[in-house]
Structures are given as C-alpha cells and as structure tokens.
C-alpha cells in the first residue's frame, strides 16, 4: 500500500515544526515525485536571510535537484499553508503536476484565498490542486507560534 495524502502531510508538518524550533514561521513541505519524497523544505528565510527560501521553494529547489531537472512535471508538492503569489508562480514555471495544502492563508494564499494565480484561466499551466489535508492541525501549529509570538 502506498503513502497517502495524510502521511506525506504529516511529513510537512514535522518540516513546519522544525521550522518553529528554528525561530521561523512554521511552515513545511514535501516534494513527492513518484510516491516517493524528492525534497522537503520549511521556511528558511530568517536563516538564510533569503526572502524567496519559502518551504515549497526550498523543496522544489532540493526535488529539482535531485532529478536534475527543473521541470517538476511529476510533481505533487505537499505544503501546510497554501501558496503564496511568489511560490504558486514557481509551481506554475516548474509545471508542477499538483499541490495539496492544508490550511488556507486568508491574507496571501494565492491558490484561491486571496488571489487565483494557481490554475488562473490566462495562464499556460494549469495543475491539480487539492486543499483541506490535516486542515485543522496545520493551521493550529500556525495559531500557537503567533499566539505565543504575541505573549
């Protein structure tokens, strides 16, 4: 039996919790070509003072690497927070096969929330997208960094 939604989920929020332990935003993810993973990422952008080291470019970066191939056609990235602009225009360059998020980012997602750019109509790529994976667990590691950020 292969890995499922939930695991390779599950495998992005252990990116996200590192992530926090870190000092960063916790935000994970895992690029899966094959039912395999080819990269994982979480938000590096304090520590490599790196505005673009978003966790899906970090792990696009490392799956494009590790098939040397910066088409990601096979593609399916697992990520906790949905996309920002910045990031869903990589996933749009890379021709990433789908995207599965688990929570919704109502200030910048850019796969719906706040703006359309993954699979807008004028665009040439389009992908699968499936959003709502460990919803209520990614946005919770979300909630409590703020919350204790603010205390």
């Not at 929020?13 to 039912?35: K, N």
């Not at 910066?70 to 602009?85: I, Q, W």
């Not at 919770?140 to 205390?151: I, K």
């Amino acid at each position: 039996m292969g890995t499922t939604e939930t695991e390779f989920m599950r495998e992005a929020l252990a990116e996200a919790r590192a992530s926090a332990e870190a000092g960063e935003v916790p935000i994970g993810a895992v690029a899966v070509i094959g039912g395999e993973i080819a990269g994982r990422g979480q938000n590096r952008v304090l520590r490599d003072v790196d505005p673009t080291a978003h966790a899906e470019m970090v792990a696009m970066r490392a799956a494009a690497h590790a098939i040397g191939n910066y088409r990601l056609v096979e593609c399916e990235l697992f990520v906790t927070l949905e996309p920002c602009a910045m990031c869903a225009g990589a996933m749009i360059h890379a021709r990433l096969k789908r995207l599965i998020y688990g929570a919704c980012d109502p200030k910048a997602g850019a796969a719906g929330s706040v703006l359309e750019v993954v699979n807008h109509p004028w665009l040439n790529h389009q992908m699968l997208v499936t959003s709502g994976v460990l919803e209520v667990e990614c946005g919770e590691l979300l909630r409590e960094f703020f919350r204790q950020r603010r205390t």
